[in-house]
């Protein structure tokens, strides 16, 4: 038997709270329930000084819960209980669309996609900030086991796909989404890139990440880490890059200092498998810089 641990977490939340990091002053807009998970859940956002004045609690629906397993090597397997959870029962009219115009970058994942009213929400979230100029970062955050089937998993992560400025995906969702084609392969990962789209990033865990914009490509060595527990470093990493373009949107052109903002991206990765739970494990900017100063060995 393992030992069991309660870690206050939810999807896009380690990336907000990593940008956070990085002095963004982010602001975070979920719907969680009106129970003790959503409360210990809002003192967490204050206490790491998240705004979340646009939190919303739901008296009739409780907050979701994920229950995490871990392998020897780090690796996780993830139990959802949900159906409905607060957070599937967000309504458009709910939505503060000032608030959201007003961002520089607005972050999301595909779970929202999964039913509606939150679907709806979500994209007129997005068309919100997509009109107002603001840009676009999508994670699809492939979570099989809560869409109805893989066909509307596929489908619904697509759906989305065109409106966004930058993508991260990982090798198994690109695999995914082609139906099983090699993502290793630069011809099936072009594929993915959208006419619209500024930045396509792959995940490669331990290895690093690989990068593509029209006007050049290639791939970033990772830090190497023992890995005690990987939740929560993809989010790390785009919460590394994001923090990056808040600063700078022009680095999209520049084909050095994207790379040495992917190297800060892959280091925020590398460091929170170091240890557990997503929330606690994120390293603040400084760690960060002081680990990629050390030489490799």
Not at 68 to 81: H, I, K, P, Q
Request: proline share 5%; aromatic share 8%.
């Amino acid at each position: 038997m393992g030992s069991e641990a309660m870690v206050p977490e939810w999807a896009s939340e380690p990336c907000i709270m990593g940008i956070d990091e990085a002095g963004r002053g982010p602001v975070l807009r979920p719907m969680v329930g009106e129970d003790e998970f959503g409360y210990m859940l809002a003192d967490i956002l204050k206490e790491n000084n998240v705004n979340n004045q646009g939190m919303r609690f739901d008296p009739g629906a409780r907050t979701a819960l994920a229950f995490v397993t871990l392998r020897s090597d780090g690796e996780r397997e993830f139990m959802f209980y949900r159906n409905p959870s607060a957070d599937m029962l967000l309504q458009e009219d709910e939505l503060d669309l000032d608030l959201i115009r007003k961002a520089k970058i607005f972050h999301y994942g595909s779970i929202s996609l999964i039913t509606e009213p939150c679907k709806s929400a979500h994209i007129a979230a997005a068309k919100a900030a997509k009109d107002a100029g603001v840009f676009l970062s999508y994670d699809p955050n492939l979570r099989l086991p809560l869409w109805p089937s893989a066909d509307s998993a596929r489908e619904g992560i697509l759906s989305i796909w065109e409106t966004a400025d930058i993508i991260k995906i990982s090798e198994e969702e690109i695999s995914f989404l082609t139906n099983g084609e090699n993502p290793y392969d630069d011809a099936v990962v072009r594929k993915l890139f959208h006419p619209n789209l500024k930045l396509l990033l792959v995940t490669e865990g331990s290895e690093g990440c690989r990068y593509y914009t029209k006007e050049f490509s290639g791939r970033v060595k990772g830090m190497k880490v023992d890995a005690v527990d990987t939740t929560g470093a993809g989010d790390a990493f785009v919460a590394g890059i994001l923090s990056q373009l808040a600063t700078d949107l022009s680095l999209l052109h520049k084909e050095e200092q994207l790379r040495d903002s992917l190297k800060f991206a892959n280091a925020c990765g590398a460091l929170t498998v170091t240890e557990r739970g997503a929330i606690p494990a994120l390293p603040t900017k400084e760690t960060v810089l002081n680990a990629l100063l050390e030489p490799v060995l």
